[in-house]
């Protein structure tokens, strides 16, 4: 059971887990990696078609086409190694090798529809935060495309940020536009946010009320194909194996957060929480807006 131990004077947490320790890590060249079908499957990997034994009991899952190898499309599992009381992994695709970039429109809105059925159902028995490590240096345990739900305490202080001002705009379809802050911490971050937030005040009841939870289908669709247009643009600009986090917000308005990890913090920045970018955003969304494809 997680241990929150509070910081009264800094209104600040910590979790203890004990129960993380050990962790497995594994990387691709770990897995014999085999071409079954459709699907590209690794050995021993708990998330692949075939060691469905090796995981917790399935919590929710999208079927797979009768025609497929798999039976499933995407699973929900418990987390073997929580943060929390409540830790879900949500596992994208059968296939070991394919990325967010990889999958279909269809696949893609799935995908966006399970996230939002499980923040709905998990967000009454906390505040669940939804995030996606991807790479060694973002904390990748596992290589098989999967995201994580983890579920705090309401009465948790969250130092989430808020939502930024829309500058250095990179790109926009029907339903949402994406930005690199000029709050950027990171090089290259980019912000994803619904169009209707553009030239709204940050503080106006229509604002509040963009939560990706009751957004409707074509919304979740469109917001899935301009998260598959952003990573591949970075792939182009950072290279193919560049390492990211992204999160979507805890709280209304909606944001969904990309950072590519091409910086570690050092020291200072530890010792102060004071952040150094070294790419200036409005650089960093020109520079983005070249490798798009429209």
Excluded at 126 to 147: D, M, W, Y
Excluded at 176 to 203: A, N
Excluded at 216 to 239: N, S, V, W
Aim: proline share 8%.
């Amino acid at each position: 059971m997680a241990k929150y131990i509070p910081d009264n004077k800094n209104h600040r947490w910590v979790i203890l887990t004990p129960g993380r320790f050990g962790k497995p890590k594994a990387k691709n060249s770990d897995y014999a990696i085999t071409q079954n079908g459709a699907y590209s499957i690794a050995s021993d990997c708990p998330f692949c078609p075939g060691n469905e034994n090796q995981t917790p009991k399935e919590i929710d899952r999208i079927p797979g086409a009768d025609n497929l190898i798999s039976q499933w499309l995407i699973r929900v599992i418990p987390n073997q190694y929580p943060i929390t009381d409540i830790h879900e992994i949500i596992i994208h695709n059968p296939d070991h090798c394919k990325e967010i970039e990889d999958l279909s429109l269809l696949e893609m809105k799935q995908l966006m529809i399970m996230y939002q059925k499980r923040l709905q159902i998990l967000s009454h028995d906390g505040v669940p935060i939804l995030f996606r490590n991807k790479g060694e240096t973002a904390g990748t345990s596992i290589p098989h495309p999967h995201s994580q739900i983890i579920v705090l305490p309401k009465q948790i202080n969250l130092e989430a940020l808020s939502l930024e001002p829309l500058h250095n705009i990179v790109y926009r379809n029907n339903y949402f536009v994406t930005y690199c802050p000029d709050f950027s911490q990171y090089p290259y971050e980019v912000w994803i946010t619904h169009s209707k937030l553009i030239g709204m005040e940050i503080r106006s009841e229509v604002v509040s009320n963009v939560n990706f939870t009751t957004f409707l289908p074509e919304e979740l669709e469109d917001l899935g194909a301009i998260m598959q247009e952003l990573i591949r643009a970075m792939k182009k600009l950072l290279g193919d194996d560049f390492a990211y986090n992204y999160y979507i917000s805890p709280y209304p308005p909606f944001y969904l957060r990309i950072i590519p990890r091409v910086l570690i913090r050092g020291g200072f920045e530890l010792g102060t929480g004071l952040s150094t970018n070294t790419v200036d955003p409005r650089d960093a969304a020109e520079e983005l807006k070249k490798y798009l494809t429209r």
